[in-house]
DNA sequence: GAATTTTTGTGAATCATTTAACAATAGTCC
DNA sequence: GGACTATTGTTAAATGATTCACAAAAATTC
């Protein structure tokens, strides 16, 4: 089945929401409750759902705990997932101190880096020479990797991933990397989402302006 | 107007390559190049200037000095834009630091925190006590917030940043602010973005098994 | 237990986005 | 300077995603 990302976006949305009406009390939830706590409409959960097979009750909707279980095995939460993690910088070090990774059984397993001086094979999330990745990876067959180096550094770090066979990255670099089929890759650039928000606070505020002229 | 975030995210984008290409001393750009640059099609790539008026010449390509230009103007690239930042924790302190921003005319001018052991005034950008954002962001007329606070606490931090006067929001908080029209809202969610790339590796490795299954 | 209500599940319709097709035109070659 | 080529810009077609409309079924009411 050929899915696409935003469908499966969707499923983590509703998986979430579903724990926090779980944790409500809630045994019971309907399409347009769910669709309501993730700003979606109703037909689209229920379109979402029988994608994957996911049927609810007449009448009844669904109940909270058999969906969260489908849900927790369609997104592999019913095991850890662990993840190794390039550059030990400002976003790589706050992405392993991030706490609600381990909540939701993704552990970042270990950190990787160039610089001597960040090196610390002490830490419950140690950093290790980037040289010695691929052996680590390798022999825990680790599939997902997040990129947090310097754009200079990416590729030749995507290339490594790569080589010792991850095939799903998190990239935090603000690039595209060559040979990047058959991988899966999600970018986050912070720069472009700001900018974006910047762009439409922007454009709001000339609408205005301009409406503003319009009634003088 | 009414111009959807995916556009606006290709021409930042499009800017971005097109910085690369002025670097590299190209004067030119064609848009198949340009396409190929940032993974879209070259008509892509002319759509999206189309629809802001931008136009090139016919077997001449788009000048690189004057695309980058209304690139600019149109991503507010002309002028420094100020943002204020609540929560000094882990993702708060990375984007403080991160230097990209200040390259790109988008200046972190303040953190935010309720945590005492948190607030200093004498750093290049100030973390000031959470109580004093509505003041300063008045005072400056900032109309662009970052919410980098657990999400216990963002539906109170989202309301102050509308109540001073803020309109766009990048938010780190995983989870949908109530009272959210009339503002611009990009948000990330880091744990969402993993998990999706999860899914994704899953799900190959899945068809792959399957696939050796069948042959078998 | 029939009628009514509520909610699911889905095929058809709509809406949005991307790609294809091609005319227009500027440059290049001969 | 006429023929040829490369590239833009745009209209139309195709594809993709969402919403509408409604049948089916379960629960509730009378």
Redesign the interface.
């Given at each position: 089945m050929i899915v696409n990302?935003k469908v499966?976006?969707r499923?983590?949305?509703y998986r979430?929401a579903m724990i926090k009406f779980r944790d409500l009390g809630f045994v019971k939830v309907f399409s347009d409750t769910l669709g309501e706590?993730?700003?979606v409409t109703s037909v689209q959960v229920r379109k979402d759902f029988s994608l994957f097979g996911i049927s609810g009750n007449k009448k009844g909707g669904y109940r909270v705990d058999l969906l969260i279980e489908k849900l927790q095995i369609?997104?592999?939460?019913d095991r850890f997932?662990e993840?190794v993690l390039a550059g030990a910088g400002?976003?790589g070090?706050?992405?392993i101190?991030?706490k609600?990774?381990e909540n939701?059984s993704?552990k970042i397993v270990a950190g990787f880096d160039i610089d001597p001086a960040k090196i610390n094979r002490k830490l419950r999330v140690p950093i290790l020479p980037m040289n010695e990745m691929g052996r680590f990876v390798r022999e825990r067959s680790i599939?997902?990797g997040?990129i947090a180096v310097p754009d200079i550094a990416a590729q030749e770090v995507f290339d490594q991933m790569l080589a010792c066979g991850i095939?799903?990255?998190?990239n935090f670099a603000?690039m595209?990397f060559r040979g990047a089929d058959s991988v899966?890759?999600?970018n986050?650039n912070?720069?472009?989402?700001?900018?974006?928000?910047?762009?439409?606070?922007?454009a709001?505020?000339k609408q205005t302006t301009l409406s503003h002229g319009e009634n003088a």
């Open positions: 990302k499966i976006f499923l983590s949305q979430k706590a993730i700003g369609l997104l592999g939460k997932q993840v400002n976003i070090s706050a992405l101190k991030y609600n990774f939701e993704i599939k997902v997040i095939s799903g990255i998190l603000p595209r899966v890759i999600n986050v912070l720069q472009i989402e700001l900018e974006n928000v910047i762009y439409f606070v922007n709001m505020q």
